[in-house]
């Protein structure tokens, strides 16, 4: 029994987000894991430190760029309930869709942290990947971080990727990119998730939700929210007419020549020579033996020439090879436009009248 096509996008895109935001967030939590083991005296280092916080912003951005790159053409890549929000406001998918999303990706951080946990050696099994607020931050200015480090984010994600242009191609690479930016700047204050996926699974694994855990929430939603706001804003002003069209392609300055070019061949074709009868005289297209022909066109004949042409493949005979048969074309004239060019003009005078050497000399029959 087949699967209806609504049940198997559905399946697909919550099964690309399920495994995309867990391969995602599984090396960033493991880089991150990694990089805050606490040193031999049982201490990490106090106060910012810049080598640390590079090799989380490196492995989250990397990490982030590989999985899009993987998973676009799956599910879309979001891999954060932000992101699909702000897809759902722009009309870019339904709502049943972005639940089953918004589910998968929560389920993926989960597991992503569960795995890390797991993985860890010793007896205590403590993470050091979980997010929160640093250097005597408050809760409004952490709020305020994640909300413009998440807008930043996603309003590079609606401007490369859902927005089709000519740079969608690397838009993972300037995904990963926004994310390192967003990181160098976030990274000591409130830990950079604007992702509520990415608080969302070290919160469950460790059971530990601080009274500041809505920021990561709310954070994230606002400045998703804020990105696709502006992006609506720009696309109803026409911004792509504002810098002169840069991503027009230089084919469609051909399509009028292109477009004109089709009309000359047709107007041509519809004045051209028609097939001739045995007796010489054209076949009208509106007999029976031609309108019920098949459309197929007769095969070569062995040995004979073969003329590609804009309109495909058409036959011909060598005059060498034997008789030459005049082409037939796809557009005839008119049955009045045919019967007038065959009627006689009023003004002309009978060639029964004229003298055998006025009158005008004959063709061969074969041409």
Known sequence: ???????RNLLVSTIGELVGTFLFLLFGFGAAQTVNLPSSTNATVAGPDASRFLYISFAFALSLATNVWIFLRVSGAAFNPAVTLAVVVLGGTDLITAICAVAAQLCGGMLAAITIKLMLPGQEKAIHFAVGLGGGISDVQGFFTELLATFLLIFTILMVAVEKTKGTFIAPLAIGLALFVCHTMAIFWTGASMNPARAFGPAVVESSFPSYEWI????????????????????????EKVNGHQDKSPDDDLAPLIEKQN??????????????SRYGSPISPYSRSNSHRSTRPPPPP????????????????SPVEGKPVMREYEYAPTEREYRESRAPSRYAKSSKSMAPEDRPPQLPREW
Do not use: H, V
């Open 1 to 7: 029994m087949p699967i209806p096509k609504f049940a």
């Open 216 to 239: 990561y929430w709310f954070g994230p939603f606002a400045g998703a929210l804020l990105a696709a706001g502006l992006y609506k804003i720009l696309k109803f002003l026409e911004y």
């Open 263 to 276: 009309d000359l061949e047709k107007q041509l074709r519809a004045w051209g020579p028609r097939r001739e």
């Open 302 to 317: 062995p040995g004979g020439l073969r003329l590609y042409t804009l309109s495909g493949l058409e036959p011909y005979i």
